[in-house]
């Protein structure tokens, strides 16, 4: 392949992929798919997956491109699927529309799909190039993509602390550290995760929502599924005759977690619950566990620029007897949030 030609397929997978990113926050348990259709050189259609049990993005850009179709070329995020579901296969509507090349950012783990698109279309004497901006294209469907190889969930945990690695008084009041922005922020990741997981005590003591309720979001608020929420409540503090007082023991399918074997509780998230990210929101003896255990994929702080003292409440309970039982991590970003700084890390 020639410069010009690479140069080609990054410049129309990155709008494939900005394409994809329309449905970020009403897909789920579905992946984020764009796809973007060119002939000579000119885009004749695009599109991209917006819900579950709607057209995928390949047919949206089938769709927008008419007639224009046969002999172009089809960028699409994701291996496009094999199988039959709630829609027909992508991979056999682009075989009848006859395109002469498909470049896919990235395969689909999804044990229903695994190269069987890819070969499908190799059958059919389409050309196939696999791996333009996989890195860039599999950071949309993170959770999807761990949960088709692993069985387990891509873990979140956000963090909202002080200069000084406090999250509340030692009273526990804590509304608000961090700014407005910063608050908008979090909007953001509970818009893309499938569960949110808090524990007991912050249900007690702050009472909280944790719903989608931004209208700064690219879709309303009422257009974007409200995660499915876990209370962690080992010592079943949250008695039946007490569930009206907290807002999120009055949503029906609240899950209720009494056990202390956290990897079984994510394991069920996507079993049972296709919940294939999860954001942990809760006080430093939960966000303890989940990093004592490992369990933490992106830790993601907003530290607003302030101090709450030495009586305040820490981040994490985590005690390390030594320098050498520390947990340490790389920043894949940073970002100032109005006065606040958002840090997002991933563990070493």
């Known amino acids: 392949m020639s410069i010009q030609s690479h ?9 494939a992929i900005e394409q994809a990113k329309r449905g970020l926050y009403t897909t789920r348990p579905n992946p984020t798919v764009g796809c973007v259709i060119v002939q000579a050189e000119q885009i004749v259609g695009q599109g991209f997956h917006p819900k579950a049990g709607e057209p995928h993005a390949e047919v949206f850009a089938l769709n927008e491109a008419v007639t224009q179709v046969a002999g172009a070329t089809a960028y699409v995020t994701l291996e496009p699927c094999s199988h039959t579901g709630r829609t027909p296969p992508c991979a056999l509507a682009l075989v009848a529309a006859k395109v002469k090349r498909v470049v896919i950012a990235g395969l689909d783990p999804n044990p229903q799909v695994a190269g069987r698109g890819v070969k499908l279309l190799e059958q059919a004497g389409i050309e196939v190039t696999v791996g333009v901006l996989t890195e860039q294209a599999e950071a949309l469907n993170r959770g999807f993509l761990k949960a088709m190889r692993t069985q387990m969930p891509y873990v979140r945990l956000k963090i909202a602390t002080s200069l000084d690695g406090r999250t509340a008084m030692a009273s526990g009041e804590s ?3 961090t700014s407005t922005a910063a608050r908008e922020d979090v909007q953001k990741l509970r818009a893309q995760s499938g569960a949110i997981i808090t524990g007991s005590e912050t249900v007690i003591t702050d009472n909280p929502q944790l719903n989608v309720r931004s209208r700064q979001l690219d879709v309303p ?6 995660p499915k929420i876990v209370i962690l409540d080992r010592r079943q503090r949250l008695k039946h005759s007490l569930q009206s007082d907290y807002q999120l023991c009055q949503h029906p ?19 049972e ?14 966000a303890g566990s989940f990093l004592n255990q490992q369990l933490v994929d992106e830790l993601i702080v907003y530290q607003a620029p302030c101090l709450l003292g030495d009586d305040a409440r820490p981040m994490v309970d985590f005690n390390p007897m030594s320098l050498a039982q520390q947990l340490r991590f790389d920043i894949e970003s940073h970002q100032q949030l109005g006065p606040d700084l958002k840090l997002t890390l991933l563990p070493l």
């Open 7 to 15: 140069a080609q397929d990054r410049y129309f997978m990155m709008l």
């Open 175 to 177: 509304k608000w550290i």
């Open 221 to 226: 608020p009422e257009k974007i599924p409200n």
């Open 253 to 271: 399918d609240t899950i209720y977690w009494h056990e202390d074997d956290l990897p079984a509780l994510l394991a069920k998230l996507v079993s």
């Open 273 to 286: 619950h296709h919940c294939y990210d999860v954001l942990v929101e809760a006080g430093a003896s939960v």
